[in-house]
């Protein structure tokens, strides 16, 4: 989910905003086949659970984003006020024209392994996690992130990585249903 962030241009409105599309044109070998497909096992991603204002959030470590975010329903059951931002801007997902405009945005103070930081989080909808955390702030705070170890190392304290491999099984499923029943 490598996701990058635009300014939006000020001389235009969100609403009259175009979206350029570039057609190519593929040169075919004229053979079919299927894609190859890696065990689950290889295609687990490196999350874990980092608390945020006072709950625990599903965090995916991303290092292909340039923003920390968490969801809307998130931030609303964690009662954590934001801010209406003067400057919305694009959140441009890896897939060409697969983005959304950010219009909200808040400090929060996270708890990552036993350390407590305060850091700035956008405010968008994505799905699977409660929070995705940007590339900048693992240098910032000096993330190492091991995939042949599963874990994310933080300032040298290691966080170990929560392995999600059945959907019957997927903890942050059961985290979000119980969640909702307690707030409604």
């Known amino acids: 989910m490598a996701s990058t962030v635009f300014p939006l241009r000020k001389d235009r409105d969100i609403e009259q905003m175009e979206i350029k599309v ?6 075919s070998s004229g053979k079919h086949r299927t894609g190859p497909a890696a065990k ?6 490196l ?11 599903w965090t995916l470590w991303d290092s292909g984003s340039t923003t920390t975010r968490i969801t809307p329903s ?3 059951i964690a009662k ?3 801010n209406t931002l003067d400057d919305p801007h694009i959140l441009q997902l890896g897939t060409v024209g697969s983005h959304s405009i950010i219009k909200f945005g ?6 990552v392994a036993d350390r407590n930081c305060t850091t700035y989080v956008d ?3 994505f799905d699977c996690y409660d929070m995705i955390i940007e590339t ?4 910032r705070n000096k993330v190492k992130l091991d995939f042949e170890k599963n874990e994310v190392v933080i300032n040298g304290q290691s966080l170990p990585v929560i392995k999600v491999t059945n959907k019957g099984l997927d903890l942050r499923l059961r985290h979000h249903r119980a969640t909702d029943k307690k707030y409604k």
Not at 22 to 27: D, Q, R, V
Not at 40 to 45: L, Q, R
Not at 47 to 57: N, P, S
């Open 106 to 111: 808040t400090d929060v103070t996270m708890k």
């Open 47 to 57: 999350a874990t659970w980092v608390k945020v204002g006072g709950l625990e959030a």
């Open 123 to 125: 405010v968008a909808n």
């Open 80 to 82: 954590i006020s934001v």
């Open 136 to 139: 900048p702030f693992m240098r």
């Open 40 to 45: 689950p096992d290889k295609k687990e991603c």
């Open 22 to 27: 570039h057609k190519y044109k593929l040169l």
């Open 74 to 76: 998130f931030a609303k």
